[in-house]
């Protein structure tokens, strides 16, 4: 599976539900949540691999990681564009 668009944002309670640490608390938490819940599953039942959800975690991070490189890009082209009229 191939992560194209983020999930919908998590709710707090949501968050809280699933223990989603702070650090992980962006646009990708509905993945983390996911992953979080299939290792439990495992720790209770070996025969359970949660390789595919947590490449899906990586895979929505590092989408977001470019997403928000291109923001600070175009940001900063912006920035400078004002700074030089």
Same mark, same amino acid.
């Given at each position: 599976?191939?992560?194209?668009?983020?999930?919908?944002?998590? #709710? %707090? %309670? /949501?968050? !809280?539900?699933?223990?989603?640490?702070?650090?992980?608390? /962006?646009?990708?938490?509905?993945?983390?949540?996911?992953? +979080?819940?299939?290792?439990?599953?495992?720790?209770?039942? #070996? #025969?359970?691999?949660? +390789? !595919?959800?947590?490449?899906?975690? @990586?895979?929505? @991070?590092?989408? /977001?990681?470019?997403?928000? !490189?291109?923001?600070?890009? @175009?940001? +900063? +082209?912006?920035?400078? @564009?004002?700074?030089?009229?």
């Amino acid at each position: 599976m191939t992560v194209t668009e983020f999930p919908p944002l998590l #709710s %707090e %309670e /949501d968050l !809280q539900k699933y223990k989603v640490p702070l650090k992980w608390r /962006d646009r990708c938490a509905a993945y983390y949540a996911l992953y +979080k819940i299939c290792l439990v599953r495992q720790s209770a039942n #070996s #025969s359970i691999v949660c +390789k !595919q959800d947590k490449h899906s975690w @990586e895979e929505c @991070e590092n989408l /977001d990681f470019k997403r928000r !490189q291109q923001e600070l890009s @175009e940001l +900063k +082209k912006t920035m400078k @564009e004002e700074s030089s009229a």
